[in-house]
């Protein structure tokens, strides 16, 4: 039986699929927000009831409107308890994101982190704030912000208007870590655990760190010996004993102790807000996004300092060689920040730095140079995909990345990241012009990609087959 909206989707190309998914995502964000809307009239009536008896002898506005959202839903209370409040704040506090939500320009998920980003911004400043954020959102031609992207981004948007916002939010957030433990099916559990910044980043790389100490013949997956890995440390155990079931590994017996080494934190931030106490430039926390100034003054108490230094102009050795120094890949990870994919969150330091246009094994001087231009961290996945893909990537002026996908679909990403981001320089580059930034849905554009997409495979097989150059 055919699928409505899709009769024969074995007859459609491609490219008239990923069309299909973004109408629909479209229409979904629209019927959303219908239903958000519906869900907070229905509030504002039960509290409108609420203040006769018998209705505030026994329960809440809230409790009540929550009751009814959840059975007509059938989705839990926690849920209906969500959604009304979504659509309460959508109809009191974010009007213009009420309204291109409604148009069906903002995705529910952009919507609903909008949301949460900005519960404590006050009242006075939530309209400025708003704006803001919107009018870098929604510029014609550039792909939608979302994630570590959209969450930077509200925030500096709240230190421009609210400098005592994030401040306000991390105080109250710390006054309120938590750890639960809930049951799930299967005899497993969940854990959750509200903790600071640097705290979850600590832990986070101990983990890690301890899920690494087993040797390569351990059967687990990654993430299998990470959570035995926070067993083993709330058992007092300070390594992982490794289930390869050899004899002879040194990781299989209590006896071993992994040496831990000091886990690092990356924060970037200017040499004012390190050295005066006085200045409220926010910070960037590796993994997490902006922090106030006081917070970043506290976690570079007892730490390692570093200068971020630009390399200098003209040519250099450096440039014809693979690898970059350090201080060169210091400055490209605190320039972006994360992963340089669409919608990639993993921080730049678990990145490789790759080189956008393929450095030249055979001839380093004839192009693809490590130099400031032409380097940016890609996570392993994406690298990958990027290197023996079918997607092309270039950089304009203002390096930001073009990405056009095999379907010969093309999306622009703004460069942002931890330095513009804390000294607010170039967040909003100049617009560009949709028919060069948007989406090519022409029937000639998509066979001249998918042709350029062939090409460029069955070039790599030969240079694979040829051994002639390196992939990382």
Same mark, same amino acid.
């Given at each position: ?216 013949? !351990? $059967? ?9 890995? %926070?067993?083993?440390? &709330? =058992? +007092?155990? *300070?390594? /992982? ?121 055979? !001839? $380093? ?9 032409? %380097?940016?961290?890609? &996570? =392993? +996945?994406? *690298?990958? /995909? ?87």
């Amino acid at each position: 039986m055919a699928e409505v909206g899709l009769p024969d989707a074995a007859a459609v190309p491609d490219a008239d699929l990923v069309d299909l998914a973004v109408a629909w995502q479209r229409l979904e964000t629209i019927a959303c927000e219908r239903k958000l809307a519906a869900a907070a009239e229905l509030f504002d009536r039960r509290a409108a009831e609420h203040v006769d008896p018998p209705h505030t002898w026994h329960s809440t506005a809230h409790e009540r409107a929550e009751a009814e959202v959840a059975a007509a839903l059938s989705i839990g209370r926690r849920a209906a308890g969500r959604l009304i409040g979504l659509g309460h704040s959508l109809r009191t506090r974010l009007r213009r994101t009420r309204e291109a939500m409604a148009r069906g320009e903002l995705s529910v998920q952009q919507v609903t982190q909008l949301d949460s980003r900005t519960t404590n911004v006050t009242d006075e400043t939530i309209a400025a704030v708003e704006t803001e954020v919107l009018s870098h959102v929604l510029q014609p031609g550039r792909h939608p912000v979302i994630g570590r992207r959209l969450h930077d981004l509200v925030d500096r948007a709240i230190l421009r208007h609210d400098p005592d916002g994030i401040r306000r939010r991390r105080e109250r957030a710390h006054a309120d870590r938590c750890v639960e433990v809930s049951p799930v099916e299967d005899g497993m559990a969940h854990l959750f655990a509200a903790l600071p910044a640097d705290g979850g980043r600590f832990v986070d790389g101990r983990l890690t760190e301890m899920a690494q100490g087993v040797c390569a013949n !351990d $059967p687990r997956t990654f993430q299998a010996r990470r959570a035995d890995a %926070l067993l083993a440390l &709330c =058992r +007092g155990k *300070h390594h /992982l004993i490794c289930h390869c079931g050899a004899a002879g590994c040194p990781n299989s017996t209590d006896d071993h102790r992994l040496v831990a080494r000091k886990t690092l934190v990356h924060v970037v931030m200017t040499e004012q807000t390190l050295t005066d106490p006085s200045e409220q430039s926010p910070a960037f926390l590796e993994g997490h996004g902006l922090i106030d100034a006081e917070y970043a003054r506290s976690l570079a108490g007892d730490a390692t300092l570093r200068p971020l230094r630009t390399p200098s102009s003209g040519p250099s050795k450096r440039a014809l060689e693979y690898r970059p120094g350090r201080d060169l890949a210091d400055l490209v990870r605190a320039i972006y920040g994360h992963c340089q994919w669409l919608n990639c969150d993993v921080p730049a330091w678990n990145c490789d730095i790759d080189h956008l246009k393929a450095f030249k094994w055979g !001839d $380093p001087e004839s192009g693809g140079h490590t130099t400031l231009e032409n %380097l940016g961290p890609f &996570c =392993r +996945g994406h *690298h990958r /995909l990027k290197t023996y893909g079918e997607w092309t990537i270039k950089r304009d002026a203002s390096g930001a990345l073009d990405f056009t996908a095999p379907t010969g679909h093309t999306y622009y990403t703004d460069r942002t990241g931890p330095i513009q981001h804390i000294t607010g320089a170039n967040t909003r580059p100049p617009s560009r012009d949709r028919q060069t930034a948007g989406r090519s849905t022409t029937p000639d554009t998509r066979r001249a990609a998918r042709i350029r997409a062939e090409r460029r495979r069955n070039r790599q097989r030969s240079e694979q087959a040829a051994g002639s150059e390196e992939p990382f």
